[in-house]
């Protein structure tokens, strides 16, 4: 289970690692993603946990098969994903950051201000 | 579908004692099942009534559809890996080595693969012309191992077939099954008690305790299948309540509790509201929960 993490099902764990990688652009649209068989070996998982994270994605639409040849990222995934990703940031990010900080304490204000001072600028680059 | 391994009603009572006891369950083909319980368990019982080394007291086992001990034509599609496989001693000029065992195995399995073999047997550095007697408790595992993967079995039964083997080769033994079994898919049964190495393998697993069936569930089930909440004690209650906990810990004002069940976004967003710390089980810590519970069916707690 090189790389994955116990607890959560592996299969969504595989899933969620490939559907990272078409969100940053590291595997393009129309890119041919690995096999299940290259994805249990680098995992070190059973094939066929390998075959169900692929096939999870397959039913989202996100990659599609080509008979004999393999996988492949579809046409709009990224698109799709980075949108579906920003639709739960506020949940995913935001909450528990102004939970934590209004457990500390720490007012809306001061809490744009270590935004700020963090770096951020937009599009997420660093200076 | 035919299982590839049929389990039914199997007990075996050695002097009155029940090593195993109403034992069932179905294998299917093309499938890696984790055998898993502490030692004492039943597990090289049961894998040795399977492999037809033994006789139950009562109930069957079926393997490919036939009988293990009135089949003889079933012992070259099935293949029996144990923690300390025996080879015979005489009969061979000089002492049985290595190469003999390997050539042996390469005569009574249909399938096998010498080119498999010698990869193998360089992989885990067996030297061929080794009197067997002769080697070293590890190196008897690795050639047990070699001999489990290169007949390419229909039926695979390892039993801890890494005794005196170090992480590195252990680490060996799975890689190369998985990369075996990726591209020659058979029926694989091991049986381990080093769950938490092994889990990645395991599509399902069957626990035994005490010679009963106490878990017969797909590995990733299993894994969802209990979480861990820990925070302020008066929270974890909260969030505890109407559920079942396996276990309970305490140190001042916080409490650590093993939920069982399924967690959904609700149950998750109440617990970040209750500022509660939740982790999942590792499968081995899930495992270990579940055959703690004695006189419990763990198989309705998991589905449920």
Redesign the interface.
């Known amino acids: 289970m090189a790389g994955l993490e116990e607890g959560a099902p592996l299969f969504v764990q595989v899933a969620e690692r490939l559907a990272d990688e078409i969100a940053d652009g590291g595997l393009a649209e129309g890119e041919r993603v690995p096999s299940t068989n290259e994805l249990a070996a680098f995992y070190r998982i059973n094939p066929a946990t390998a075959a169900k994270g692929i096939s999870m994605l397959t039913d989202d639409g996100l990659l599609e098969k080509r008979r004999g040849i393999g996988m492949f990222v579809a046409a709009g995934a990224r698109a799709r994903l980075l949108g579906e990703r920003r639709k739960r940031f506020a949940e995913r990010y935001v909450e528990p950051l102004v939970t934590e900080a209004s457990r500390l304490g720490i007012d809306a204000d001061e809490l744009v201000a270590l935004i700020r001072e963090s770096g951020y600028v937009q599009r997420g680059t660093r200076p | 579908m035919t299982p590839a391994i049929s389990v039914t009603g199997l007990s075996r009572r050695y002097r009155g004692q029940l090593a195993l006891d109403d034992v069932s369950f179905d294998i299917e083909p093309g ?2 099942t984790g055998l898993l319980g502490r030692n004492g368990a039943g597990k090289t019982t049961l894998l040795r009534i399977v492999a037809g080394h033994e006789f139950p007291s009562a109930g069957s086992v079926t393997v490919l559809g036939t009988s293990p001990v009135k089949d003889d034509a079933l012992l070259h599609r099935m293949v029996f890996v144990r923690e300390d496989q025996l080879y015979p001693e005489n009969g061979t000029v000089g002492g049985f080595q290595v190469r003999h065992a390997l050539r042996a195995a390469s005569w009574f399995y249909p399938h096998w693969d010498a080119k498999l073999a010698e990869a193998l047997t360089a992989d885990f550095n067996l030297p061929i012309r080794r009197k067997v007697r002769r080697l070293s408790r590890g190196m008897r595992s690795a050639l047990g191992i070699v001999i489990g993967l290169a007949s390419r079995a229909e039926v695979t039964l390892f039993d801890e077939p890494y005794a005196g083997l170090d992480p590195v080769a252990r680490q060996l033994f ?2 190369r099954l ?2 075996d ?3 020659h ?1 058979r029926t694989v049964l091991l049986s381990t008690h080093l769950i ?1 190495e092994a ?5 399902r697993i069957v626990v035994i305790d005490s010679g009963r069936v106490v878990l017969d569930a797909a ?2 089930e299993v ?2 299948s209990a979480t861990s909440v820990s925070g302020p004690a008066i929270a974890v209650a909260e969030f505890a309540a109407g559920r079942t906990v396996w276990d309970r810990r305490r140190i001042g004002s916080r409490e650590s509790a093993v939920v069982a069940g399924v967690l959904d976004d609700t149950d998750r967003a109440r617990a ?2 209750l ?1 509660l710390h939740l ?5 081995q810590q899930a495992v270990i929960h579940v055959a703690r519970m004695p006189g419990t069916d763990a198989r309705e707690r998991t589905s449920a």
């Open positions: 499938s890696i799975y890689d998985l990369a079994y990726a591209v898919p938490d889990a990645g393998l395991l599509e590995a990733d894994r969802g970040r509201a500022r982790e999942p089980l590792t499968l």
